[in-house]
């Protein structure tokens, strides 16, 4: 079991840049080779927004790869998510997941989420 701890929501402006952080503690560092960012928003299904395994190896929900960006810091088993020129569509609650590998993301170890609220 993972333990993951998301900081870094809150309220933007549109056009406005956040950045979330999600940090990871596990017994065993393999738990959270893959770690990714999931979101969910009013009345919709929870996507899948980025991933980052230790190595580098990374997968991006296509349509936002653009103004999305997920980094990782392997020293300090933290993920990031860096999201620019926000709009209000990105308003959702953010999930942090850890597994094994990306594609066992859904049946890992999840966060409580922290909401982004894209408004003015």
């Known amino acids: 079991q993972v333990q993951l701890v998301e900081s870094g929501g809150g309220l933007v402006q549109p056009g406005g840049s956040l950045r979330l952080s999600c940090a990871a503690s596990?017994?065993?560092?393999?738990?959270?080779?893959?770690m990714g960012w999931y979101r969910q928003g009013p009345g919709k299904q929870r996507v899948l927004v980025a991933a980052?395994?230790?190595?580098?190896?990374?997968d991006y929900e296509a349509s936002l790869k653009d103004r999305f960006s997920a980094s990782r810091d392997n020293t300090m088993n933290t993920l990031y998510l860096h999201m620019n020129r926000l709009k209000s569509e990105d308003t959702a609650v953010y999930y942090c997941a850890a597994a094994p590998t990306i594609a066992t993301l859904p049946l890992g170890s999840w966060g409580r989420g922290t909401q982004v609220t894209v408004s003015s």
């Open positions: 980052v395994t230790s190595g580098g190896i990374t």
């Open positions: 596990s017994a065993n560092k393999f738990d959270f080779n893959a």
